[in-house]
């Protein structure tokens, strides 16, 4: 009798012991660190990025914008070469941020990478998005006009 009311008892510790604890109460900064990274509005020869945390605490990272995908000359979908990449051709961002690269090339396709430093400084994880400019072929204007010229001096 006395181990059955040992296990009883042992039950009953870890279920009320369990109790009260719900996933609602954590913070946002609790977890692991993710990143959303987002290709937005391309168009007429420009795209809008937008990079943000989406759990975890991050206190910087560094983004690359747009490579133009036939420059690349590294493996983009393992994480060693593209972080080591965008360490040393990305800009300082912090989070959220948003930005816009322009004069990209229609048709082109464009590397676009986000790395993010976790508290201790290191990149703790990134994220890569593969997208296609698009507009007008060469960035030509749709107005169809040489735009503003001086007059000949003769």
Known sequence: MKPYL????????LILGGC???????????GPLEVELK???????QATISAAITSGKATSGKIVKGV????????????IPLISYVE????????????????TIAGQDYLTAVIVYDKTGRAAISKYEIWTAEG???????SNDAGSLNPNQW
Do not use: C
């Open 6 to 13: 040992l296990m009883l008892a042992a039950a009953a510790a």
């Open 20 to 30: 009260g604890k719900s996933d609602e109460g954590k913070k946002k900064d609790e």
């Open 39 to 45: 290709v937005d509005g391309i168009a007429d020869n």
């Open 68 to 79: 133009l995908f036939s420059q690349i000359d590294f493996d983009y979908e393992q994480e």
């Open 88 to 103: 040393s051709a990305g800009e300082a961002i912090t989070f959220p941020y948003t930005g816009t690269i322009e004069k």
């Open 136 to 142: 007008m072929v060469d960035g030509w204007s749709q």
